[in-house]
Structures are given as C-alpha cells and as structure tokens.
C-alpha cells in the first residue's frame, strides 16, 4: 500500500511552467525579435510573426527554426535589418497610440471648451468611427455651411414633411407665445400627431410665428394666416386646442378656444394642467399671512451674497447636527417652487434660531427675521404649508411627465379635489354627494374650526402645550380654512368636473392596458368623439 501511494504522489506533482527571463535578450541571436509577452509571464513574444509562444529557452530555439519564423525574418532582412525593423514596428505602433490619444484629449477638449454634455461624446465617437478615414480627409462643414444645412436642407425637409403629414390626417395643436429681450412677441406652434408607421403619437415643432398683437383675435389671425399659407385643411383635421390658462386663450367670450371653436365645432380643448395646478397654490396662498412669505424671502436674502455669513452659518448647522445644505431661492411667481424653500427653511429652523440669536445681538438690523423666526404662527403656517403644497407639486411632476398621462388625468385630479375637501367639509355630507355637485364654499357644509385637519406637524404644535389663546388659534384655523376653500374653488374652476371636456376624460381609462379588462364598452368615450370620427356606435 505505501509504494502504491508513493507513485500516485509522483504522478500528481505539477509540472514545471517555463518563465520568460529577461537574460535571453542578451543573446545576439533573439535579441531583434525576441520580446516578452503580455500575455502572461509563461510566453514569449515574436517581434517579426507578431504572435505569442508559451514555453521556455527551447521553446525560444524551436520557434526560431520554424519556416514561418525563417520566411518573416527573410522579407525584411532585404530592406534592412531585424533590429532596424524592430525599432519601426515599435514605431509606428507608438505614433499611433499616440495619435489616439492625442484625438481623445482634442474630444475631450472640444466638448469642454464648447460646453457640450459630456453624454454627447457617446455619440460623437460613434459618428466619427462611422466616417471612413477618405471622406474625413476631404470634409468641410463649418459654421456658415453647417448653419446653411440646418437651415436649408434639414430644417427645410422636416418643415415640409411634417406640413404634408398634417395635410393629410388629423392633429392636434399646441400654442404658446413669449416676448424676448427685443420685445418681440413669438408664437410657438407644436403639434401632436400620430406617426402612422411606427404607431406611436409625437409632438413635433411646427413654427414660430412673429405676431404684433398678443390679442386674442392677432393670435387666430397669425395662426389662420399660416394655415392658408401653406394650404393646411384645419377645419377638416384640427381635431385639438391646448394652451396656457389665459383670457387671450381661454376665456369664455372672445378667445383663441372661442374663435377656433366657431369654425371647428367639434374641437375639443383643454388647458394646461401645469399652468393651472401653479395658479391654484398660488391663489390659495394668498389667504395666509403676508408676512409668511416676506420673512421666507428675508432669510434668504440675508445670506446671498454674504460669504462670511454662509461660512459662519455651517458652525450651527455643525453643532445642531444638520446637513450643510443652502437657504433656496423663492420664486416670485411660482408657490409650487416656494415649498422647496419652506421645507429647507423647517429642516434648518433650529440652526436659523441660534444664528439669528447671535446676529441679533450684534445687529438690530435683524430684529424682525429673529422675531419671525421665533413666532410660534411663523413655524405653524410653514408646517401647514409643508403639507398642503405636496398634493399640488406632486400632481404638477406627474403631469410634466413625458409620457401621455391623459388616461389618468380625471381620476388624480378629482382624487386631489375629493382630499382637500375632505380637511374642512362634513364627512356626512361630502359621502352622500356626487363629487360634482358638492356646495365647497357654502358655510353650513364647513366643520367646526378646530376640526379642521391641518397636518400632524401643526396639530401637535396645536396641542396642550401651546402657548396661543383660543382668538389667535381661531384666527390660524380661519385661515387654513380660506386655504382650502380658495384651493378647491380653484381646482373646480380650471378644471370643472360638470363640462363636457373633463367628463370625456373620465372615459378614457381604457387607454391603459391595466384596466382594459375593467371596462365593459368604450362607448361612452367615443359618444365625444362621434362626430368627428363619424361613427355609427351601434357598428
């Protein structure tokens, strides 16, 4: 038994690998062609075959004596020496490496010198590598002719075959208008259409037209004039009308909407949601406090172009244990952006309190942004606010979502509408009342002041430790009460759950594949369409 495990032992042990040793290059007779490999430590590399061997010295000898190895060594032994072949090859493949890089670092130059995404590079690279070397050598497209190409030949293409699409099949058209810094209004047309070859529904830039009058009627006249211009049959195909929310757009007695709808009967409209759910919180919010916003803005101008200020406030964000983050700016016209800066400003409220402590012992100057900040209805109303605001701003970035959302729109709008209802009207009442007919601001559907639901945050400041009296809690309630009716009178306004346009996009849930098994017929959706589909709905 032990001689038989003594040769089985014999037998497992590992063979020797052979390693390159730099002293073979020593020898006159490998030194032109012989080279370590990068392949590993166990190879050899061949200069004039271009390939890697595995073994050692004798493997070195072998391969010298093969007829590939003699027949390479033999074509250029005619022009010159392996040694000065060698030296060549080594040569050309540095320049090149070279040269590679050396375009790398232009790229990469040219893109930041231009102020380009770095995400373009990805497409670049690949754009030059489809140029084949021939074509590259005899290219000219600077900045005139590249602006003459734009202009002339891919502009001009997409203009008119978008314009032929259009000509021929239904669409729907989006339109806003803007003033530049020379004063001149623009009107921006988009319209949405459906890509018949892949299925898919685009929204494509029409034009932009120059218009002297931001009038209701210079806007239709600037827009029927472009029609005729290029022969496009509006009444036959406009089938949709979208723009912002106002007058000159979309009021009720003389309007773009109006003007269109007295040649396209069946158009159907609608506003932007975007712009409307903005005008909501911004209104509603006007029946808090001035001086809520006013300080909000104060603190943050105290800070802005103070750099010793900032770098003196991070030592009490330090020692409260807050993260370093910077007061935001308020947007002057945007109260969804101000939530940013009210939720910033209640993350940072201990840090702010001790600051303005120190500040104001040193500058009176501070006097009202430390009384502000230390007022109890300073902290209630920014917690209220806290909120209220995420159930506008969250519908606001659902609907700025890229992908159609109209199959969803009646039911989150009318969601949101049902919530802020639900914080101040009789829950007996709002439960046994269609949605659409609920009386919001009538006085006897309203629950008592202090049942108002007015966020967790605010209901324990609210609680038994409250140093408010009765009057003043009465008055903050009073006016989270104005909040909520203000806010669902807005909604109900810009977007009437009763007309004939929000009731067609109650209908169209089928439109996500999730609740197509839901849905018994798609009649009621196509009875607002059956006019300009010409449909016989009993087919």
Request: hydrophobic letters at 35%; charged letters at 25%; aromatic letters at 10%.
């Amino acid at each position: 038994i032990g001689k038989t495990t003594s040769k089985s032992s014999r037998s497992q042990k590992k063979s020797y690998q052979h390693r390159f040793c730099d002293s073979w290059l020593n020898n006159k007779d490998y030194r032109p062609w012989l080279a370590s490999s990068k392949k590993s430590v166990n190879h050899f590399y061949c200069k004039i075959c271009f390939e890697d061997n595995k073994g050692g010295i004798s493997a070195v000898k072998k391969h010298m004596g093969t007829m590939k190895h003699q027949r390479a060594a033999k074509s250029v032994s005619g022009t010159s020496s392996i040694s000065e072949m060698n030296q060549q090859m080594l040569s050309r493949t540095t320049t090149i490496e070279k040269k590679t890089k050396e375009a790398e670092l232009r790229i990469a130059m040219f893109v930041t010198e231009h102020n380009i995404s770095f995400n373009t590079t990805d497409h670049l690279v690949q754009l030059l590598k489809s140029i084949s070397p021939e074509v590259i050598s005899k290219l000219s497209c600077n900045r005139t002719k590249a602006t003459a190409i734009v202009k002339n030949v891919l502009g001009a293409t997409g203009f008119d075959n978008l314009v032929a699409k259009i000509k021929n099949q239904q669409f729907s058209m989006i339109i806003d208008e803007s003033t530049d810094k020379s004063a001149t209004k623009h009107l921006a047309v988009v319209v949405r259409l459906l890509d018949g070859n892949v299925y898919e529904v685009r929204d494509e830039f029409l034009c932009l037209i120059d218009i002297s009058d931001g009038k209701a009627q210079g806007v239709y006249n600037s827009i029927i004039d472009f029609f005729g211009e290029h022969s496009i049959p509006y009444k036959k195909n406009l089938v949709g009308f979208a723009a912002d929310g106002a007058s000159a757009m979309f009021g009720s007695k003389h309007s773009v909407k109006v003007l269109f709808e007295k040649d396209i009967p069946y158009l159907y409209s609608m506003k932007c949601i975007c712009h409307s759910l903005a005008l909501v919180a911004s209104y509603a919010t006007k029946k808090i406090p001035d001086s809520v916003e006013k300080l909000v803005r104060e603190i943050y101008t105290y800070f802005m172009y103070s750099f010793k200020r900032i770098s003196e406030y991070k030592q009490f964000q330090a020692f409260c244990e807050l993260r370093p983050h910077k007061i935001l700016k308020p947007c002057q016209t945007r109260w969804l952006s101000l939530h940013s800066c009210i939720k910033r400003i209640l993350e940072q409220l201990n840090a702010l309190k001790l600051f303005f402590q120190g500040e104001y012992l040193l500058d009176k100057k501070t006097k009202e942004i430390f009384d502000g900040i230390h007022d109890i209805h300073f902290e209630l109303y920014l917690n209220f606010l806290d909120y209220v605001l995420p159930f506008l701003t969250s519908l606001n970035m659902l609907f700025q979502n890229e992908k159609p959302q109209i199959h969803i729109l009646y039911s989150r709008m009318a969601s949101t509408y049902k919530t802020i209802l639900e914080f101040y009207i009789k829950p007996e009442y709002l439960n046994n009342t269609d949605i659409e007919k609920v009386q919001y601001r009538l006085p006897a559907n309203f629950v008592r002041p202090e049942n108002i639901y007015v966020g967790g945050k605010c209901m324990a400041l609210l609680g038994e430790d409250c140093k408010l009296t009765n009057t003043e809690k009465c008055v903050f309630y009073n006016n989270c009460l104005s909040f909520y009716v203000e806010c669902a009178h807005q909604i109900f306004q810009r977007f009437p759950l009763h007309s004939k346009e929000v009731k067609c996009l109650k209908t169209l849930t089928f439109l996500d594949p999730k609740n197509i098994k839901n849905v018994i017929s798609i009649g009621p959706a196509a009875t607002h369409f059956e006019v300009l589909l010409e449909l016989n709905l009993n087919d």
